[in-house]
């Protein structure tokens, strides 16, 4: 399916999966501070505060229903690049995200899924995962993020255009998208031009 394809990082909510009632307020404003990391010690949780996260994590996905172009754009961005989901969420959630993508059809357009097992910020882990996996492209949700990965070497960021990230300070290589077809029609367009 996507052998030899360059690699492109992917988020999960408020890309692929719709927030509840289809307001994104999770989306933050506040910027990154802290530098990028190499490596980072997996976060083991344990009694009471796995069985907290458990339940944090099962209750996220109660209902959630996918982003409408969520198929279709991940269909076309897999023409052009191996897609890997890194989100935010605990790696203990893994079974509700699997789950959860098999049953809107979207499992077989991604090769890989890395959920944030460590301590590090949700930006700093994603960060991590792009760099491990080689991506020069991700798209995301959130500004703050695109902000930090796109001023810490992710070459191209793409950002879902929600009402909470319009005004910060983006730099030239975030690029504001309404719809995932959007960034596979620039992938597309980038695939045929190499050089731009």
Request: aromatic share 8%.
């Amino acid at each position: 399916m996507s052998i030899g394809l360059p690699i492109f990082t992917c988020d999960l909510d408020g890309v692929l999966c719709r927030p509840p009632l289809g307001l994104n307020l999770g989306i933050g404003r506040r910027l990154e501070k802290h530098p990028p990391e190499d490596s980072a010690p997996p976060l083991e949780l344990r009694g009471a505060h796995r069985l907290f996260w458990l339940t944090v994590e099962w209750f996220r996905y109660a209902g959630r229903l996918s982003m409408p172009d969520a198929r279709d754009g991940l269909a076309a961005i897999a023409r052009y690049r191996k897609v890997v989901l890194v989100s935010g969420r605990k790696e203990l959630a893994r079974p509700w995200v699997e789950r959860w993508l098999e049953r809107h059809g979207l499992r077989d357009y991604i090769a890989e899924v890395r959920l944030n097992n460590t301590r590090l910020s949700t930006a700093r882990f994603k960060l991590l995962a792009a760099r491990q996996v080689g991506a020069r492209e991700h798209c995301d949700d959130d500004g703050p993020t695109a902000i930090y990965l796109a001023e810490n070497g992710i070459p191209r960021v793409y950002l879902r255009d929600w009402f909470m990230n319009r005004g910060l300070p983006y730099p030239p290589n975030v690029v504001i998208v309404r719809s995932l077809l959007e960034v596979a029609d620039d992938l597309a367009r980038l695939a045929a031009t190499p050089d731009s």
